[in-house]
C-alpha cells in the first residue's frame, strides 16, 4: 500500500452555499430513560385530561432542539389535553442510566432508542410492539425499510422509525472533472477510475480503506450477494465466512492490497481519520455518509462545488446496499400507551417530522417525506436519499450483534488481510468462529 501523501492547499472560498436537508445520522445511536408517566385519566387516547408523558431524547441531534419542543409540546397538547416533560440526555452514558431506570423500575414513557439496541430492550421486555399500532395507522408500507426492518424481531415492532442516515460513494468533484472521469457505477469501474487517479493525482489517496471502520466493508459483502449472520433455528450463526460474503470482501480490501489504491497508515483509520484525509484534500473517494457534508460545507462552503455524491455502485449493475443507520422512538410499556402512540405517531409522521428533519439535518424516517427529498434533487442530496430508499439494509437483528460490534470482530478481520497476515478467507473464517462464539453456537 501506499505512504501517506502530502495535503493540498485550501480550496478558494466561494460565496454560494448548498442548503442541505439531508444530514447526520449517528451510526451508534443510544436510548433514553426517565420516570414512568403520572397516570392520569388520558387512557383513551383523545384526551389526556392532565396526563404528563415522560420523553427522552438524545442530546446534540438538534442543534437547536427548543423550537421543536415548543411547538411539539403545543401541538400535543391541544391535540389530547396532556403535556410533555421532555427532558434531553447525553449519548456516552445513555446505556448506563437506561439499564439503571430498567432495573430501579423508572422507565420513560416514549424514548428515542438506536436502531442496534431495539432487539436487546424489547427482549428484555422493556418495549412494547408497535405492529399493531403501526398496522392501524396505515404507516407500514410508508416505513423507510433498514430502520423498520432493524425495529422488528419475530413479528414485533420495537420502536417507529424517527430519523436516519446512509453512506455512499463522496469523490472529488472538481478532481474528476479535471481529467474527465465519470463516477463508477460498477465496482470494476470504481477499480478503473482509482487506478486512473493513484497515476494522474499521485499525492492523492485514490481510495482509502479504513481497517477500523466495518461500514465501508458491509456495501461490498451485500453486493456480492453474501449476508453477515443469518437465523439458525432459534439462533444465529455467521455467514461472513461464505462464499459471496469472501468474494466482497476480496473485492474491497484488494483495493488497498492488491492495487494500492490506499495507504499503510488507512490500516487503523476510524471512519473520521477517512473523512479527515477527505477533507484535508488527501483522499479523491470515500464511502461516507450524507451527515458529512453539511460538517464539511459548515467548515468551508467551498465544498459545494468539490464534492459530488452517487449511490454506492452494485458489483456489475445496481446499487450495493449500505447500512441504515439511525434512531426510532419507542413506548416503554407506558400506564398511557394511546396517548404514548399519538405522540410517538406525532413526532415520526407529517410535518413535525419534516420540522425535525430540516432542523436537524436528518434524514426522516418515513418514505414518503423521503421521496420529497430525493424529489428536491439536491446533488448532494438526492444520492443519499436514493441510496437509502433503493437499497438501504439492516445488520443481523439481535442483541448479540451489539456485542459482536462490541468486540470489533469485523475491524479485526480487517486488519489482519490489510496487514498481510492472513488471505480474506483465513480472515472470515476466524471472524465467523468468533462471531458464532458470541451467538452461543
Request: charged share 20%; proline share 6%; aromatic share 8%.
Amino acid at each position: 500500500m501506499r505512504q501517506s501523501p502530502r495535503g493540498r492547499s485550501p480550496f478558494p472560498r466561494l460565496s454560494r452555499r448548498r442548503r442541505l436537508v439531508a444530514g447526520a445520522a449517528a451510526l451508534s445511536l443510544g436510548l433514553l430513560t426517565a420516570c414512568g408517566g403520572d397516570g392520569g385519566d388520558g387512557g383513551d387516547g383523545s384526551n389526556g385530561g392532565g396526563a404528563t408523558l415522560e420523553v427522552w431524547i438524545m442530546e446534540g441531534t438538534n442543534p437547536d432542539a427548543e423550537p421543536y419542543v415548543e411547538a411539539l409540546e403545543a401541538a400535543f397538547g391541544e391535540e389530547t389535553g396532556a403535556s410533555l416533560d421532555v427532558q434531553f440526555i447525553q449519548w456516552a452514558d445513555a446505556h448506563d442510566r437506561f439499564t439503571t431506570a430498567m432495573a430501579g423500575g423508572e422507565l420513560p414513557d416514549v424514548a428515542e432508542i438506536g436502531t442496534t439496541w431495539a432487539p436487546e430492550f424489547g427482549a428484555a421486555g422493556a418495549l412494547a410492539d408497535l405492529s399493531g399500532s403501526i398496522d392501524e395507522a396505515g404507516l407500514g408500507d410508508d416505513l423507510v425499510p433498514g430502520l423498520i426492518d432493524a425495529a422488528t424481531v419475530d413479528g414485533a415492532v420495537y420502536g417507529m422509525p424517527w430519523y436516519a442516515g446512509i453512506r455512499s460513494l463522496m469523490y472529488r468533484a472538481d478532481i474528476f472533472a479535471e481529467h474527465g472521469l465519470q463516477p463508477p457505477t460498477t465496482w470494476e469501474e470504481l477499480r478503473d477510475v482509482a487506478l486512473r487517479l493513484r497515476d494522474l493525482e499521485p499525492d492523492m489517496i485514490p481510495f482509502p480503506v479504513p481497517g477500523g471502520s466495518e461500514y465501508g466493508l458491509y456495501p461490498f459483502i451485500w453486493g456480492a450477494g453474501g449476508e453477515i449472520a443469518e437465523r439458525d433455528g432459534d439462533g444465529w450463526r455467521s455467514t461472513i465466512n461464505s462464499p459471496e460474503a469472501v468474494e466482497g470482501i476480496d473485492f474491497y480490501t484488494s483495493l488497498a492490497t492488491e492495487d494500492d489504491l490506499s495507504v499503510a497508515a488507512a490500516e487503523t483509520w476510524l471512519e473520521t481519520d477517512q473523512l479527515e484525509s477527505f477533507q484535508n484534500g488527501d483522499a479523491a473517494m470515500v464511502v461516507n455518509g450524507n451527515w458529512t457534508v453539511n460538517t464539511l460545507l459548515q467548515a468551508d462552503p467551498a465544498w459545494a462545488e468539490q464534492v459530488g455524491v452517487v449511490p454506492l455502485p452494485g458489483q456489475g449493475s445496481g446499487l450495493s446496499p449500505s447500512f441504515v443507520g439511525g434512531s426510532l422512538l419507542g413506548e416503554f410499556n407506558s400506564d398511557e400507551p394511546e396517548l404514548a402512540w399519538q405522540l410517538i405517531e406525532m413526532m415520526t409522521t407529517g410535518e413535525l417530522a419534516a420540522q425535525w428533519a430540516d432542523q436537524s439535518g436528518y434524514f426522516p424516517g418515513q418514505q414518503s417525506l423521503l421521496e420529497e427529498v430525493q424529489a428536491e434533487d439536491d446533488p448532494l442530496v438526492a444520492p443519499f436519499a436514493r441510496q437509502m430508499l433503493e437499497a438501504g439494509a439492516a445488520l443481523p437483528v439481535t442483541e448479540l450483534y451489539g456485542q459482536v460490534q462490541g468486540e470489533q470482530i469485523v475491524q479485526g478481520m480487517l486488519q489482519r488481510i490489510l496487514s498481510g497476515d492472513q488471505s480474506p478467507q483465513e480472515a472470515a473464517d476466524e471472524a465467523a468462529a468468533a462471531m458464532d462464539e458470541t451467538f452461543g453456537g
